[in-house]
């Protein structure tokens, strides 16, 4: 018979709350930079934002997905994990998805660091996250530290690529002020 998911998941309630809290914060946050790109004068258009900035937003909600998913009160693991298996797998495509936006903009040439921020560690993330999240009622206790461990790859990724085009954006900022 299946374990309860409520004992299996309590000890790692406190966890989910401080990753999901961040991922929280963090993507409002990312909402403050697309304003402030927006009045910079970066001429950044939508399909590098495409590219770059909607899937740091992304990670960060599937964070704090995962982590609502986590302290959530479900009765059966098998349910949470076939939930967080859904999350990996859509995540997944979206990875694929922003490859092909990545190739197709035009704005800026990304390079070996970008391809592996953008689109290498996502995937591996979010493959990261459906083959623990399959095994979840079999075997708990490894399963849950390997998504603990994709949730804070994402968080990671996200603050990085955060941070990448902040520092992009206001170097360019500069250069343009410069040349003005």
Same mark, same amino acid.
């Not at 960060?60 to 859904?86: E, H, K, M, Q, Y």
């Not at 070996?112 to 689109?119: P, Y």
């Given at each position: 018979?299946?374990?309860?998911?409520?004992?299996?998941?309590?000890?790692?309630?406190?966890?989910?709350?401080?990753?999901?809290?961040?991922?929280?914060?963090?993507?409002?946050?990312?909402?403050?930079?697309?304003?402030?790109?927006?009045?910079?004068?970066?001429?950044?258009?939508?399909?590098?934002?495409?590219?770059?900035?909607t899937p740091t937003v992304v990670?960060?909600?599937?964070?704090?997905?995962?982590?609502?998913?986590?302290?959530?009160?479900? /009765?059966?693991?098998?349910?949470?994990?076939?939930? $967080?298996?859904?999350?990996?797998a859509a995540g997944m495509v979206?990875?694929?998805?922003?490859? /092909?936006?990545?190739? /197709?903009?035009?704005?800026?040439?990304?390079?070996?660091?970008?391809?592996?921020?953008?689109?290498?560690?996502?995937?591996?993330?979010?493959?990261?996250?459906?083959?623990?999240?399959?095994?979840?009622? /079999?075997?708990?206790?490894?399963?849950?530290?390997?998504?603990?461990?994709?949730? $804070?790859? $994402?968080?990671?990724?996200?603050?990085?690529?955060?941070?990448?085009?902040?520092?992009?954006?206001?170097v360019k900022s500069k250069e343009?002020?410069?040349?003005?």
């Open positions: 018979m299946e374990q309860a998911a409520s004992s299996v998941l309590s000890g790692w309630e406190t966890f989910y709350v401080i990753i999901g809290s961040s991922a929280a914060a963090l993507t409002g946050l990312q909402f403050v930079v697309v304003t402030l790109i927006a009045g910079s004068r970066t001429k950044s258009g939508t399909q590098e934002i495409d590219a770059f900035g990670h960060f909600c599937a964070v704090l997905l995962v982590s609502a998913i986590l302290t959530a009160p479900w /009765r059966a693991l098998s349910n949470v994990g076939l939930a $967080l298996s859904t999350c990996g979206y990875v694929l998805i922003i490859v /092909r936006r990545a190739q /197709r903009q035009t704005g800026y040439k990304p390079v070996f660091e970008d391809w592996l921020w953008h689109a290498v560690l996502p995937f591996i993330g979010y493959a990261g996250l459906l083959v623990p999240a399959s095994k979840l009622s /079999r075997h708990p206790e490894p399963a849950l530290f390997g998504i603990g461990t994709v949730a $804070l790859l $994402l968080l990671f990724i996200g603050i990085h690529n955060a941070w990448d085009t902040v520092t992009y954006l206001a343009s002020t410069d040349q003005s």
